[in-house]
C-alpha cells in the first residue's frame, strides 16, 4: 500500500499556488508579444508588466521605478553586491557569516568581511558595528535565514548604520554606506516595507512565495546606481538587458500579494503547529536539540540536530516512507561539506552531520506533524 507524500521543505521551494498559475497563463500563450514593442497587442502586455511592478512596490512600500524583476532571488542577490561594488573597487562591504551562497559567492569576489552571530543565529550587532569601517559601502544582512529560521534585527542594524553615517558626515567621509537584505524567507511571513525596516536594497524570490521557480525582484532606493550584471538593452531602467519575462512579473507579483495578505492568520497557524512539533519531539527525542532561535524565528521552520544520527541516511529513509524534508539549504545539497550555518552558530561537523531541516507551508496540517516526528522517533 503506497503512503502519500509529506512534503516539508517548503524552504527550498514552494507549489505554484492556482491562482498564480491562471493569472500566468495568458502570458504562456496568447499574450505572448514582447512588451517592447509598439502596436496595440503589445502595449497590453506592457500596461500588464507595468501593473506587475506597481502590485511589488504597493507590497513593499515603495515606488515601482524602484522595482527590477530578476531571474530569482540569487540574481537579484548578485546585482545587489556586484551592482554597488563594481563602482567602488577600494571599498569593502561586511555580510553576515549565515548568508546565502548567492551572497557569499560574489561578495568574496570583493574585500569582504564577516559579521559573526550568536549560537542562536542572531547577528552580533556589537561586532557589526567593530567590523564596519570607514571604507565600507554595504551591508548585507538577510532578514530570516533559510536554514535554521533566524530572523534578524533589520531595523536595528538600519539604525546602527544610520549612526555610522552621520558620524562619516561630521568627519567629512563621502562614502556611501548601504544595507542590503535578502528577504527571499521572509516575504511569506513578515514585514517587507521597505521604509520601516530601513534598506537601500532588497532580495525577494517567486519560488518561495508560491510563485514561479525563477523570478525575483530587487528593491532599488530611488536615486541609488548601480552597475547593471547584463548589457545589451534598455530593459529594467537599463539594469537587465532582455525582453521582459511578463508571465515571471505576473506570478511573482499575484504570489506575493497573496502571502502578504494572508500571513497574520498563516503566520499564527503555523506557530502553534511548530510548537506541537517542539513538544512531541522533546518527548520522543529528549536528546534532540533546536537550532536557531526560539523567540526570533520563522514560524515555518523547525532545524533539529540528534546526535548520533546520520542526516543523509535518515533523510532517504524519510524519502522512502513518502516524507520530503532536507538537511539544509538545496542550493548547497551536492556538496559533502557541512553547512557553513551550522559551523557558525558553533556546531560541530558531527552535529551539522545529524542535524535536519523541516520546513512547512500553507497546506501542513497537524497530522503531518504527528506523522513525522513518529516516523523520526521508530528510524532512530
Known sequence: MSVAPLYLDHAAATPLAPKVLEAMLPFLTEQFYNPSADYVAARSVRSSLDNSRSSVAQVVGARPSEIIFTAGGSEANNLAIHGIMRQYPQANLVVSSIEHESVLAPAERYDCRLAPVHADGVIDLEQLSMIIDDRTVLVSVMHANNEIGTIQPIGQISRLIKTIREQRRLAGNDLPLL???????????????????????????????????????????????????????????????????VAQAVGLATAL????????????????????????????????????STKSRLPNNIHLTIPGVDNERILIQLDEQGIMAAAGSACSASSDEPSHVLRAIGLSDDQARASLRLTMGQVTTEDDIRRVVTALSELI
Open 257 to 292: 500579494a497573496s502571502v502578504q495578505r494572508q500571513r497574520s492568520t498563516e503566520v499564527l497557524r503555523l506557530q502553534e503547529l511548530q510548537k506541537l512539533c517542539f513538544s512531541l519531539v522533546s518527548e520522543a527525542m529528549p536528546t534532540a536539540s533546536l537550532n536557531g
Open 179 to 245: 544595507l542590503h537584505a535578502d528577504a527571499c524567507q521572509a516575504a511569506n511571513y513578515l514585514d517587507i516595507h521597505v521604509s520601516r525596516l530601513g534598506v537601500d536594497l532588497m532580495t525577494l524570490n517567486g519560488g518561495k512565495v508560491y510563485g514561479p521557480k525563477q523570478s525575483g525582484a530587487l528593491y532599488v532606493r530611488g536615486g541609488l546606481k548601480l552597475t547593471p550584471l547584463i548589457d545589451g538593452g534598455g530593459q529594467e531602467r537599463g539594469l537587465r538587458a532582455g525582453t521582459e519575462n
